[in-house]
Structures are given as structure tokens and as C-alpha cells.
């Protein structure tokens, strides 16, 4: 009897211990650190769990892990890596309560790459190039605004040809590395030379509405939001067009580039493809980028608020307070 009730329990408890491993890649930092503290077996299935968050940031969404490196003892974090919900390509407003498992071994094999066009516009032409889209592709014509223009859901080359450079995701090694005054940061894992495609800026597309609500939520709270507010503007210097995506919550990579008052070492781009609604916003390396070089943007130059955050970008042009969206 005593021998029945003794299996009984040991496998309820291996039950429960089979269970707990496919429910804690679900859980947040804090959440898993105080489950791991209850018992040994759990804190043993949560160790891997930590590893695995630590050796790549993207969850196995692009096609090169992106490691957090592990911050050195002097720098005061509790975790080695950041939590948020990874996209790798641009999405609508989530669910506030959504989870997404991180950490397990199928991470991305369970959510498929999203398609990287939100909407496809009816009836719209694409190119029907014969043997893959080169210069001529009429796809490929690039203005001087730092518009560009790709192939996409309404042309007839598949994802091999030379003009989908962005719509694939990562193909550089990138790392993030802690710095104790600027938080995370993303550095080169190899040398990127001038031009090539760094990463898309995913994250939640928002309406400017709600867009402003947020800055003023994060104006008072957050202490790395990453709300970009993108405008595009007519040759009489009116704005025609504003795209804001919030990577706070919901992003990809580009959520760890810290603001550089010189400009940094990346070019924004907005990346128009044939046959997408939405047009998507793209970072290239304005020059060649060293291996373990910070890569930087410009937040801006807009809204300089005189209370705003310090900025430790220490380039020669530095002026000292990070540029604030003045939504
Ligand atoms: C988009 S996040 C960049 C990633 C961030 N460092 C992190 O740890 O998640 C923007 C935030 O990073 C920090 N940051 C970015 N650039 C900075 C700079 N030049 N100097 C100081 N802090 C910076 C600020 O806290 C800012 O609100």
C-alpha cells in the first residue's frame, strides 16, 4: 500500500515536473526567478530555460542567433538579458496580457516567420523580371530621399531575387552588449560594410492617437521606451506621412540601437515593395561598422526637453540630453 501511494506521488510529481517545463518558457524574468527559487527541480529547468534566453534575444525568428552579452559583475542587473515579446516583422497592437514562450527548445518553430507585408493591395503589378531582378528590375528604382523601393507580394520573382534585400530579416551577426549608462546596446558581431541591410524596425504599428498617449505614459514612467515616430515629407517641407512603431513592448532587435547626436553609423530608410500597403522602416550602415562597433541612429532632433534623459553617446557633436518625440 505504502509502496502504491510512494509511486503514486512520484508521478504526480514527474507529471508536474514535465508541466513545468513547458509552462516556464512562458513566464516573465521575475516570474521565473521566484519560481526557481521554490525547489531545486524546478530551479534545475529553469536554469537552461536563462541560457537559452541569453544566447539569442530573437527567439530563433531571424536567421542568426543575436546573443545578450552577460554584463560584467560590477554592472548591477538582475537578469543577463532583457524581456520583451519578439516580432521580426512589423504587427498591430497585441493583447496587453500576451505571453509568447521563450526559451524552450521549439521557441520559433511553434510561431512561423509573420509574413512581412501586413496588407497587400488588390490588383496591384509587381515585376515579372525572367531571370532574377537586377538593376533593371522596375522595382528596384530608388529615389534620393532615402526612399527605397523593393520587390514584393505582387511581382512574379520568388524571395531569391536581389531586390527583397530587407524582407527576410537579420543577416548580419549582431550582439547586445550592456553598458552601464545606456542600458542594452546593439553592437556588430563582424564587420557590416557600407550600404548593407542591418534590420528592420519592427514592432507595433500605432495610430498617432494612440502614439501620443503612450510618449505621455512613457514621458513619466519608462525608462527605455522605444516609441520611433518616422515622417515623411513633401519637397514644401510639409509632413505627408507619419509612421509610429512602439518596439517597447512588442519589437524585434532594432529596439537596442542607442541614439548618437552625430548620426551614428546607420541610415533610416523607408522601404516601399510592390504590392504592400504599408511601408516599412529599414536600417543600412551609413559606413563600414567594425566588428564589436555600437551601432547608433539619431533619435532626432525633435523636442529637446530640458528635463530630458541624459545622453552618454560621447560623440564630439554630443549635446548632452537624448532627443525626446515631441508627439
Ligand atoms: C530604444 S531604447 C535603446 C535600448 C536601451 N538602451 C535598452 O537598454 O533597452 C532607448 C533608451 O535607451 C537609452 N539610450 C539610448 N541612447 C542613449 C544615449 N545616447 N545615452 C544614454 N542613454 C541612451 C535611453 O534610456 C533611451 O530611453
Not at 46 to 68: H, M, Q
Not at 76 to 101: G, K, N, W
Not at 136 to 159: F, I, M, Q, V, Y
Not at 208 to 230: F, G, H, N, W
Request: net charge negative.
Amino acid at each position: 500500500m505504502d509502496d502504491c501511494r510512494k509511486s503514486g506521488d512520484r508521478h504526480s510529481q514527474e507529471a508536474f515536473f514535465r508541466c513545468a517545463a513547458v509552462i516556464l518558457p512562458y513566464l516573465n524574468p521575475t516570474e521565473l526567478s521566484s519560481i526557481s527559487s521554490t525547489c531545486k527541480t524546478l530551479y534545475e529547468i529553469s536554469k537552461p530555460i536563462t541560457a537559452r534566453r541569453t544566447s539569442d534575444a530573437s527567439r530563433g525568428f531571424e536567421n542568426l542567433p543575436i546573443p545578450f552579452l552577460k554584463p560584467t559583475a560590477a554592472a548591477a542587473v538582475s537578469h543577463s538579458y532583457s524581456y520583451f515579446i519578439y516580432t521580426p516583422t512589423q504587427t498591430f497592437r497585441v493583447r496587453d496580457d500576451l505571453r509568447q514562450p521563450w526559451g524552450s527548445d521549439d521557441d520559433a518553430r511553434l510561431e512561423a516567420r509573420p509574413d512581412p507585408f501586413l496588407f497587400r493591395v488588390e490588383g496591384a503589378t509587381g515585376c515579372n523580371c525572367p531571370s532574377g531582378c537586377g538593376e533593371c528590375c522596375p522595382c528596384s528604382k530608388a529615389d534620393e530621399c532615402l526612399l527605397t523601393r523593393e520587390c514584393g507580394p505582387s511581382c512574379e520573382c520568388d524571395s531569391g531575387c536581389g531586390n527583397r534585400v530587407t524582407e527576410g530579416g537579420v543577416t548580419v551577426r549582431l550582439k547586445i552588449v550592456k553598458d552601464e549608462r545606456k542600458g542594452w546596446c546593439l553592437h556588430a558581431a563582424e564587420l557590416i560594410t557600407t550600404g548593407q541591410f542591418v534590420c528592420e524596425y519592427a514592432g507595433e504599428l500605432l495610430s498617432t492617437k494612440e502614439a501620443r498617449q503612450r510618449q505621455l505614459t512613457y514621458d513619466k514612467i519608462a525608462s527605455s521606451p522605444a516609441l520611433l515616430v518616422v515622417r515623411e515629407h513633401l519637397p514644401s517641407g510639409n509632413t505627408c506621412m507619419r509612421i509610429n512603431i512602439d518596439a517597447t513592448r512588442i519589437g524585434n532587435v532594432a529596439r537596442f540601437i542607442n541614439h548618437s547626436c552625430d548620426g551614428g553609423n546607420l541610415d533610416m530608410v523607408v522601404v516601399r515593395s510592390s504590392g504592400s500597403l504599408l511601408p516599412r522602416v529599414c536600417l543600412f550602415a551609413s559606413r563600414d561598422i567594425r566588428e564589436n562597433e555600437e551601432l547608433a541612429f539619431s533619435y532626432g532632433e525633435v523636442g529637446i526637453k530640458p528635463n530630458g534623459q541624459p545622453c552618454f553617446c560621447g560623440s564630439s557633436s554630443c549635446i548632452g540630453i537624448l532627443p525626446s518625440e515631441d508627439t
